[in-house]
């Protein structure tokens, strides 16, 4: 398909009704604001996705930035393989081909997918509903995972526009299944994300290589409420972890600990930290 700023109601429901073994139209772009929700009106945007299909397994996502108006020369952001039916693998550009993401569908709904994302060594780390895999736009209920396999945040999705976010405590025991009583930061929890802010540096360095986005750190909040193995919830090359353990490590406050039937216990939390960078579209 050709690029337009003007996309019909109707065309718009055809691709979202997508078979599970095609991949997309040979060629569609998408729109995307300064907070990473997807628009359909090319004058508003500052990012735009174009999606080309190369051949009838493998797609591949190109990004262009806007800059006083004009789009900026586009470049290469991830490649797809089709690899069985509704299976994909996804390369994110630069990356050697062992390091990938498996991108399945495991439903199909009204409006787009449900999907699940994980690394090259099968850890799941997404499952979501999705209006389109390619790029991958949010809309619906989402949640992520750590390495661990634990779930470190639930959000509510329109348009790739997150509209509300919790982060679960999971008791450090792992036969506890239930708590009664959460931990509870000084001053609530809109003072625990102020006191994140007030410490989180974004490196000259990783700003200067393109680095940005979001991060989860996680760490534990013992039976004193003290914050301590604070670590990155995902372990990877993120230049920004380091970056974001120490904000975390910075804030001296203690927690109210947890509790199960008035025992104080220890519990993992997530606090998810963003660094002001152009959104990388359709792979995390």
Known sequence: MLNRTKISGAIIFCIFMLSFTKLTHAQETFYFNSKGSYIRVEDKA???????QNNETTTSLFQSDKNKNKWKKERLISTAEMISKGVYKVYSNGESKDKFQIRAVLDTLNIGYKVKESDENGNVF????????????????CSTFDDAGLCMANLNYLKNKCISETFPFHAFDANINELTKDPEFPGGYINFRRAIAANVKYPIAAQEGGWGGQIYIKFLINEKGEIR???PARVDKNPLNKAGMQAISSIKEKWQPAEVNGEKVAVWHYAKITFNASPILGIR
């Open 46 to 52: 500052l990012y735009k996705v174009r999606v080309a």
């Open 126 to 141: 997404f499952i979501g509903e999705v209006l389109t895999l390619f790029p991958l736009i949010m809309h619906g209920k």
């Open 229 to 231: 193995q604070i670590t």
